[in-house]
C-alpha cells in the first residue's frame, strides 16, 4: 500500500536531549513537510523539501534541523535549541507543480519532560 | 494576522442536522483544501477546489474564488463526524500553505 508513515506515534524524551522524528513516503512524491501543530494554532511550516538533498526554512525553523538524503526519507530534529519542543508533529508529502494535494503521515506526538 | 480564518471553532450539533463551516482566507491561491483530522491525530484530505462546488457522500464544499471564501457542508450528520475539520489554502506566490486554526465538531446521537 502505498502511504506516508511516521514514527513513533509517542515519544517522550527529557529536557536537553535531541530527538530525530521518522517520516517516510512510498508514494514516489518530490515534496516533503513537516508541520507542528499546537492547541488552537493551525499548523505551522518547520521545513520542507522540494527535491533530494534540498530544504527551505519554514516560519518556525528555529531549533530544528532536517535532512533529505533519500526521496522517501525526510526526518526531522528536535534540538535541545527548540524551546518549546512539547507538540504534535505531522509530516506530509506532495507532488511537484500547482494543485498539489497533501498527504498526511498520522503524526508524532513529542513530550518533553 | 491570519491569513486564513474559520468559523465557527467549535460546533455541537444533533444527529441528523445540516451543518456548516465556514472558511475566508486573504491570499492569492492555486487551490483550497478541506481536511479532517480525527482525535488520533491523523489527518486525511477530504476536497481540493479551485473554483465550484465538490461533493462526496454526505460532504459539500464550494468556494467563491472572488469572495476568498470557502464552506465545507455535512448533510445528515452522524457522531462519526466529529473531528477536527481544517481549511488550508495553496498560495499562488510559492510553495505554501496556510492552515486554518480548525473547527472542532461533535456530533451528538
Known amino acids: 500500500d502505498g502511504g506516508i508513515t511516521q514514527s513513533p506515534k509517542y515519544l517522550f524524551r527529557k529536557e536537553g536531549q535531541n530527538v530525530t522524528l521518522s517520516c517516510e513516503q512510498n508514494?514516489?512524491?518530490?515534496?516533503m513537510y513537516w508541520y507542528r501543530q499546537d492547541p488552537g494554532q493551525g499548523l505551522r511550516l518547520i521545513y520542507y523539501?522540494?527535491?533530494?538533498?534540498?530544504?527551505q526554512k519554514g516560519d518556525i525553523a528555529e531549533g530544528y534541523s532536517v535532512s533529505r538524503e533519500k526521496k522517501e526519507s525526510f526526518p526531522l530534529t528536535v534540538t535541545s535549541a527548540q524551546k518549546n519542543p512539547t507538540a504534535f508533529y505531522l509530516c506530509?508529502?506532495?507532488?511537484?507543480?500547482?494543485?498539489?494535494?497533501?498527504?498526511f503521515g498520522p503524526g508524532t506526538r513529542l513530550t518533553v519532560l | 494576522k491570519n491569513e486564513v480564518e474559520q468559523s465557527p471553532q467549535n460546533l455541537t450539533a444533533q444527529e441528523g442536522e445540516f451543518i456548516t463551516i465556514n472558511c475566508s482566507y486573504s491570499v492569492g491561491i492555486s487551490a483550497l483544501h478541506w481536511l479532517q483530522q480525527h482525535p488520533g491525530g491523523g489527518i486525511v484530505s477530504l476536497f481540493m477546489l479551485s473554483s465550484g462546488k465538490k461533493k462526496h457522500g454526505r460532504l459539500i464544499a464550494t468556494i467563491n474564488i472572488q469572495e476568498k471564501h470557502s464552506s465545507l457542508h455535512i448533510t445528515a450528520s452522524h457522531p462519526r463526524d466529529s473531528a477536527v475539520y481544517i481549511c488550508?489554502?495553496?498560495?499562488?506566490?510559492?510553495?505554501?500553505?496556510?492552515f486554518g486554526t480548525g473547527t472542532s465538531l461533535t456530533v451528538i446521537p
Open positions: 506530509a508529502s506532495s507532488i511537484q507543480g500547482a494543485y498539489n494535494e497533501q498527504f
Open positions: 488550508a489554502v495553496d498560495s499562488n506566490t510559492g510553495n505554501q500553505f496556510y
Open positions: 523539501s522540494q527535491i533530494v538533498n534540498d530544504f
Open positions: 508514494l514516489n512524491h518530490d515534496a
